[in-house]
């Protein structure tokens, strides 16, 4: 279940909404969503986007989900599930979607089973949205063979995508399939805005690794990235 936890009092205090008393917040198809951030206070929100605030999330299983679907609410109304609104694909004039239900939503990305928790953050020197996903290299299934299972803490991948539109089309330009090298998991991974270099070519990622069996440690890593454009053909 997702809920949204809300302080009013810059973070001293905090409300878990819903709570054991209220019905969930999202399906499982949303259940666990990220939100899109852009600049402190998101003053830095493209007009285009404004006044809404946007999340994202994956479905099935916190590391080998399959789909990425898109959430928008008002920004003053975050704490209200019947604001809410989900894309549902593109219009006739290549404009977004959106509806009320869950149900009538479209994924804005799928990779079958390579779908851990995904992040989207905006690269405002190369003015592209990167996705990043993460997963297990074989991918958790309830009747997996044992073979994958003793695959789950020693293996993980890292992809990444950009686009011009924070729903896609997406295109790779970044794929580990050993993340951390060999027997790591390394897992969770996001690029914060704040750490992207000006003119967007450098930064660091953040996650969380790993669950190793050779001696299990949960850690706060960073690892800093540079990137290389390609040449435009003429």
């Known amino acids: 279940m997702a809920a949204i936890i809300k302080s009013t009092d810059g973070g001293k205090t905090w409300l878990n909404i819903p709570d054991e008393n209220t019905p969930t917040f999202f399906s499982p198809d949303f259940g666990a969503p990220a939100f899109l951030t852009f600049g402190k206070g998101n003053t830095e929100t493209p007009e285009s986007l404004a006044p809404y605030v946007y999340a994202i999330s994956n479905d099935d299983n916190w590391a080998s989900g399959s789909q990425v679907r898109m959430g928008r609410v008002h920004k003053d109304s975050i704490i209200y599930k019947n604001a809410w609104q989900f894309y549902a694909g593109l ?88 993340w951390g090298g060999e027997n790591h998991t390394n897992y969770l991974a996001q690029m914060p805005s704040k750490w992207i270099s000006t003119n967007g070519l450098g930064g660091s990622i953040v996650f969380a690794g790993d669950y190793t069996r050779d001696g299990a440690h949960y850690g706060f890593m960073t690892q800093g990235f540079k990137l290389v454009l390609k040449k435009s053909k003429k």
């Open 91 to 178: 219009n006739k004039y290549g404009q977004p979607k959106w509806v009320s239900s869950e149900a009538l939503s479209k994924p804005i990305f799928a990779n079958l089973g390579h779908v851990g928790h995904p992040t989207i953050s905006y690269n405002k020197g190369l003015k592209r949205y990167i996705l990043i996903t993460f997963s297990d290299a074989v991918p958790h299934k309830e009747n997996a063979l044992l073979s994958a299972v003793n695959t789950w803490d020693i293996a993980s991948e890292l992809n990444m995508y950009e686009s011009i539109n924070p729903w896609g089309p997406w295109k790779i330009f970044h794929s580990e399939k050993s």
